[in-house]
């Protein structure tokens, strides 16, 4: 499957999906129905700029911005890290 | 030996042996329940009323669970709803940090009740489904009248906008029903449904011989999920449980002995998993006598199956022992007499062939006669 997300597409995350701050295992976890997903720290960098009003493209450009990494390359790796979550249902976009 | 008491010590050690943290937390708040599935997975002596935990030391336990590293919290039962407490411990599971999950039957949640539930923080609904009409609804769960009510709490989990699975209990006597049911968790707008083949612990045990599905319903109901899986992609999660007692290799029981999670009985006793109380070899604790952190790392039953020491052979040997561990304890208990052997339905187990007649037997047998759930005596 290849990881694409449209740039002009919002990610949200819907009801019952929510960032959690592990305190007894120092990290972030993407809580959801019956799932407790453990992210690593991009994964974390990601979701963090989803507030449901942000577009896809935005994100991307700010993520590339923050990291120094080129834009086409971020659009690859989060496009395919939100698709995954796409398809569990832990993410939708509008 | 553990040095301190206090749960960041205990934590610290455990850590130093290898034992992970928890992260879901099966609370069976009573094992009153409306419905009388013959299936059910509670163990055949109920819990009575007056044994249970009261609200206060609920809400103390859930605050244990999250200093344990507990992420997930699933109110179940019997009927969760049976409690009159239920809002108020949603509330403080969700004040407490956890993910909070409500398995329930419908029966005994009201629209007002619901809206309760919602203002309390309720992060999702888990709705069992005995059958896709009530012909067969009312009569697997021996409750006339309880599929309208269902229909009718799925209604309003919808229109609240609880995110909802819808968990599909199948046998041989629905197992037809299977394509419906997943229809029905589309229409009712469920992200999630859970197909799982009757499990064979608790009251099912009973029931083998009415309830074991068909080799050949089995590789059916396989191939219905495999395609509904592809056809649903990004609109309905379909988790699945396979026909126990027809497969070739055994469970992942609990993700693990003492690994994963862990289950509080209605009384307060703190089990590995729900059928951990047919083996009647361990000694349980209770939260009412110690700190859920101190249960977990040094429990006896918790330690009990952990790590690889106490399996036999041909799990010692087997390149699968980290993978499955050696299957499930308590159906171990079940069908070979002795909790730590290997699992019988692992076909390297001694009594594979064995088992496979008695499934063989069980699923074809004519007596469909079904034996229901007791509820707990009163007091």
């Given at each position: 499957?290849?990881?694409?997300?449209?740039?002009?597409?919002?990610?949200?995350?819907?009801?019952?999906?929510?960032?959690?701050?592990?305190?007894?295992?120092?990290?972030?976890?993407?809580?959801?129905?019956?799932?407790?997903?453990?992210?690593?720290?991009?994964?974390?960098?990601?979701?963090?700029?989803?507030?449901?009003?942000?577009?896809?493209?935005?994100?991307?450009?700010?993520?590339?911005?923050?990291?120094?990494?080129?834009?086409?390359?971020?659009?690859?790796?989060?496009?395919?890290?939100?698709?995954?979550?796409?398809d569990?249902r832990?993410?939708?976009?509008? | 030996?553990?040095?301190?008491?206090?749960?960041?010590?205990?934590?610290?050690?455990?850590?130093?042996?290898?034992?992970?943290?928890?992260?879901?937390?099966?609370?069976?708040?009573?094992?009153?329940?409306?419905?009388?599935?013959?299936?059910?997975?509670?163990?055949?002596?109920?819990?009575?009323?007056?044994?249970?935990?009261?609200?206060?030391?609920?809400?103390?336990?859930?605050?244990?669970?999250?200093?344990?590293?507990?992420?997930?919290?699933?109110?179940?039962?019997?009927?969760?709803?049976?409690?009159?407490?239920?809002?108020?411990?949603?509330?403080?599971?969700?004040?407490?940090?956890?993910?909070?999950?409500?398995?329930?039957?419908?029966?005994?949640?009201?629209?007002?009740?619901?809206?309760?539930?919602?203002?309390?923080?309720?992060?999702?609904?888990?709705?069992?489904?005995?059958?896709?009409?009530?012909?067969?609804?009312?009569?697997?769960?021996?409750?006339?009248?309880?599929?309208?009510?269902?229909?009718?709490?799925?209604?309003?989990?919808?229109?609240?906008?609880?995110?909802?699975?819808l968990?599909a209990?199948v046998?041989?006597?629905?197992l037809?029903q299977l394509p419906r049911a997943i229809e029905m968790a589309l229409e009712?707008?469920a992200r999630r449904i859970e197909v799982?083949?009757?499990?064979?612990?608790?009251?099912?045990?009973?029931?083998?011989?009415?309830?074991?599905?068909?080799?050949?319903?089995?590789?059916e109901a396989s191939r219905i999920v495999a395609e509904a899986r592809k056809a649903h992609k990004g609109r309905l999660v379909l988790d699945y449980?396979p026909?126990?007692?027809?497969?070739?290799?055994?469970?992942?029981?609990?993700?693990?002995?003492?690994?994963?999670?862990?289950?509080?009985?209605?009384?307060?006793?703190?089990?590995?998993?729900?059928?951990?109380?047919?083996?009647?070899?361990?000694?349980?604790?209770?939260?009412?006598?110690?700190?859920?952190?101190?249960?977990?790392?040094?429990?006896?039953?918790?330690?009990?199956?952990?790590?690889?020491?106490?399996?036999?052979?041909?799990?010692?040997?087997?390149?699968?022992?980290?993978?499955?561990?050696?299957?499930?304890?308590?159906?171990?208990?079940?069908?070979?007499?002795?909790?730590?052997?290997?699992?019988?339905?692992?076909?390297?187990?001694?009594?594979?062939?064995?088992?496979?007649?008695?499934?063989?037997?069980?699923?074809?047998?004519?007596?469909?006669?079904?034996?229901?759930?007791?509820?707990?005596?009163?007091?």
């Amino acid at each position: 499957m290849t990881g694409s997300v449209a740039p002009e597409a919002v990610p949200v995350l819907p009801r019952g999906v929510r960032l959690h701050y592990d305190r007894v295992r120092d990290q972030w976890v993407l809580l959801a129905p019956e799932r407790a997903v453990a992210l690593d720290a991009i994964g974390h960098a990601i979701l963090k700029e989803i507030d449901g009003s942000r577009a896809f493209g935005s994100i991307v450009r700010g993520l590339a911005e923050t990291y120094g990494a080129p834009e086409d390359q971020v659009a690859q790796d989060a496009g395919g890290f939100l698709r995954g979550l796409m398809d569990r249902r832990f993410l939708e976009t509008i | 030996m553990m040095d301190g008491t206090r749960p960041e010590d205990l934590q610290a050690e455990g850590k130093r042996l290898g034992i992970p943290a928890p992260i879901a937390m099966l609370a069976e708040l009573t094992h009153r329940c409306p419905l009388s599935c013959p299936y059910c997975s509670n163990p055949l002596e109920l819990a009575r009323k007056d044994r249970e935990l009261d609200t206060e030391t609920w809400v103390r336990v859930f605050r244990e669970a999250a200093d344990l590293g507990i992420l997930q919290l699933h109110l179940s039962g019997g009927e969760p709803a049976s409690r009159r407490d239920l809002v108020e411990l949603v509330s403080a599971a969700r004040e407490a940090g956890l993910y909070t999950n409500l398995i329930t039957s419908g029966i005994g949640l009201s629209q007002r009740r619901l809206q309760e539930l919602d203002a309390a923080g309720l992060d999702h609904v888990q709705l069992s489904l005995q059958g896709t009409d009530a012909e067969m609804a009312d009569k697997i769960g021996g409750y006339k009248g309880g599929f309208k009510r269902k229909m009718q709490v799925a209604e309003w989990i919808k229109e609240i906008g609880f995110p909802l699975t819808l968990n599909a209990v199948v046998h041989r006597q629905n197992l037809h029903q299977l394509p419906r049911a997943i229809e029905m968790a589309l229409e009712m707008e469920a992200r999630r449904i859970e197909v799982a083949i009757v499990q064979f612990h608790g009251w099912a045990l009973a029931n083998r011989n009415a309830l074991m599905p068909t080799k050949t319903q089995a590789a059916e109901a396989s191939r219905i999920v495999a395609e509904a899986r592809k056809a649903h992609k990004g609109r309905l999660v379909l988790d699945y449980v396979p026909a126990d007692y027809h497969s070739d290799y055994p469970k992942r029981c609990m993700g693990g002995w003492g690994t994963t999670g862990l289950n509080i009985a209605p009384d307060g006793e703190v089990l590995p998993c729900h059928a951990a109380q047919t083996i009647k070899t361990l000694r349980f604790d209770n939260v009412r006598a110690k700190n859920l952190s101190e249960i977990w790392y040094s429990g006896a039953a918790f330690n009990a199956y952990r790590g690889e020491d106490w399996m036999q052979e041909p799990c010692r040997s087997c390149e699968f022992k980290k993978k499955d561990f050696g299957g499930c304890r308590c159906q171990a208990m079940a069908l070979a007499g002795d909790p730590a052997a290997t699992d019988p339905v692992c076909i390297k187990s001694p009594l594979d062939s064995e088992r496979q007649a008695r499934a063989e037997q069980f699923s074809t047998s004519e007596d469909t006669e079904l034996t229901f759930r007791a509820q707990p005596s009163s007091a």
